[in-house]
């Protein structure tokens, strides 16, 4: 038997306790061992993994809350009761639940390990009659602190075995598993007095903000950041703020191999260190794209790999290990990595290194999930380029990620936005029709509201009208969806921008007309015009964002 998404989503969702302005922060001094079982989405802020088991008779999750062990189960175990659970222990804390139609019913059985001033409660929740107690056992047993020794395996399980939660479980209590949204922010690299700062803020506030609701599974909301005015600290922090108030609740990230390997093996963060932390501060979680193919261009390599061949060992260590390096900094945060960008234009004039970068690709996955197997990887294609020239086969050949990332603009000859705004609203279920059975992500999707390509502020309005109506009939496969973004851009770093997607001697940097109509393609995607003035798509945005996440 597999449980319907709906009930996973319920059952997701029953662990979400907390709901406050503050800062959950994931402790670098905790590992554990998790279950070789499918990643799925958490709208619960304090979640750092959730995952169901093959069957889908099973679900684990890993929440990290900045309060005291015993605070926190406190409160995991009232929420509980005030929901109608039965609970069947205190410590360790178990409990049963049934859903809504009292069709199924579920037990939860908690493990709780203190470290860094940080609570983790791991919890595996089954169909009661299916629990798999051997796995939940093997689960918790593996969880500890890094500072001390790992368990041994065989002596923590038969020390958990003996806990009041495995005695015989009969009688449940009628109940309605409902959960609270929490927007509280992810953190892990601020100051210690902050942090501690934050975490008394976290618990003192839990009292006044346990408004429930029902539980469903939505895709996450996404818009690409870009700042008002100049590059600097206020207006970068401003946006990254005004992302999160106007609904997002993820964003993008984009590396450049050569920008952060600056020797073998020798990286510099500060770049990543300071959007990150960013984002880290707003409450955004992260989609990141790698560039090792950026359109139609291959991204840079350090130089002493620029001529090898795709299935070359030593490029595809090393390029594992870059990326190895960039989620053991940050996987608090990245919950999607994507290797490459809108590829298939790349392909296209490369047809014959396909197979090979499927080999590429393959290695790199096996070589991440090994390490971090909750991170769901996969390549980003640009749908109107798929469309256009009919290329649908290179999609085909390289959609063997976890995930499928997509890019959409439906524009016109040189890049003319005089089409009907519907037009998103019908690609978007085209690929939603693309993907069949497989989890897919949109990357960026845009209009342009300037008048120099055709554009307007009405036809963008009406363009994040049909954004938000494909998102309400969407397929639960959509794990997330972005709108690119924010603010318009600055006409000279436009220029600047768009001059990095062509090569000296290409159709595009022969043409200055051409090009200059790129630059404006690039530079006036914004929700909000680049003096900080809002358009009406903002204020569309807003609306239906709000109405999204309920």
């Not at 470290?115 to 299916?130: D, I």
């Not at 991440?368 to 769901?376: G, R």
């Not at 990332?405 to 690929?431: M, R, S």
């Not at 845009?446 to 120099?452: E, F, H, L």
Request: with cysteine; charged share 25%.
């Amino acid at each position: 038997m597999s449980l319907p998404p709906k009930v996973l989503a319920i059952i997701c969702l029953a662990f979400t306790v907390v709901a406050c302005n503050n800062t959950a922060v994931s402790s670098s001094d905790f590992s554990m061992g998790y279950p070789d079982w499918t990643k799925k989405k958490s709208n619960d802020r304090l979640n750092v993994v959730s995952m169901t088991s093959p069957d889908h008779q099973c679900y684990f999750d890993l929440n990290v809350a900045p309060a005291p062990a015993d605070k926190y189960r406190g409160l995991v175990e009232n929420f509980m009761k005030g929901q109608g659970a039965m609970i069947l222990t205190a410590d360790p804390l178990t409990y049963e639940f049934d859903t809504q139609d009292r069709k199924y019913i579920f037990l939860a059985k908690t493990h709780i390990v203190y470290c860094g001033k940080m609570t983790h409660l791991a919890t595996v929740t089954c169909v009661k009659n299916g629990y798999d107690n051997e796995q939940a056992l093997r689960i918790f047993a593996s969880m500890h602190c890094d500072g001390t020794s790992a368990p041994d395996p065989v002596a923590q399980i038969s020390k958990l075995a003996q806990s009041p939660a495995d005695v015989d479980l009969s009688s449940v209590t009628e109940v309605v598993a409902a959960a609270t949204d929490s927007n509280l922010d992810s953190q892990s690299t601020v100051a210690k007095t902050d942090r501690e700062s934050k975490a008394t803020e976290a618990t003192n506030a839990v009292s006044t903000m346990m408004t429930s609701k029902p539980g469903s599974a939505k895709p996450e909301l996404g818009i690409i950041v870009s700042p008002m005015g100049e590059f600097n600290h206020e207006n970068v922090t401003k946006a990254f703020k005004l992302v999160r108030q106007g609904g997002a609740q993820i964003t993008r990230h984009y590396i450049t191999w050569t920008d952060v390997e600056t020797g073998k093996g020798t990286y510099d963060w500060k770049g990543s260190d300071y959007m990150i932390g960013r984002a880290r501060a707003a409450g955004l979680r992260l989609t990141v794209a790698f560039h090792i193919i950026r359109t139609a261009i291959r991204g840079p390599r350090p130089a002493d790999l620029d001529s090898r061949d795709w299935q070359d060992p030593e490029l595809i260590e090393r390029f594992s290990a870059m990326v190895l390096a960039f989620l053991d900094r940050y996987k608090d945060i990245v919950d999607y990595v994507e290797v490459g960008s809108e590829v298939n234009a790349y392909f296209e004039r490369h047809e014959d290194e396909i197979e090979p970068y499927r080999e590429f690709f393959s290695a790199v996955r096996n070589n991440i999930k090994a390490k971090h197997p909750s991170v769901s990887i996969g390549i980003v294609f640009a749908y109107h380029e798929l469309k256009e020239s009919n290329t649908f086969a290179i999609y085909e050949r390289l959609n063997i990620g976890d995930h499928d990332g997509f890019t959409l603009y439906t524009f016109g000859d040189n890049f003319a936005h005089t089409k009907d705004p519907k037009l998103v609203f019908d690609a978007l279920n085209e690929i939603a029709q693309l993907t069949g059975d497989r989890r897919f992500g949109l990357e960026e999707v845009g209009w342009i509201a300037s008048p120099s390509l055709g554009g307007s502020d009405s036809s963008q309005r009406e363009a994040v009208k049909y954004f938000f109506d494909f998102i309400e009939q969407a397929p639960d496969r959509l794990e997330f969806i972005s709108w690119f973004n924010l603010h318009d851009g600055r006409e000279k770093d436009c220029d600047k921008i768009a001059r990095s997607f062509s090569r000296p001697g290409d159709g595009l940097s022969r043409n200055p007309d051409k090009m200059k109509l790129f630059s404006d393609f690039i530079c006036y995607f914004g929700l909000r015009r680049n003096d900080g003035t809002a358009r009406p798509a903002w204020d569309e945005w807003v609306k239906r964002a709000k109405i999204h996440n309920g």
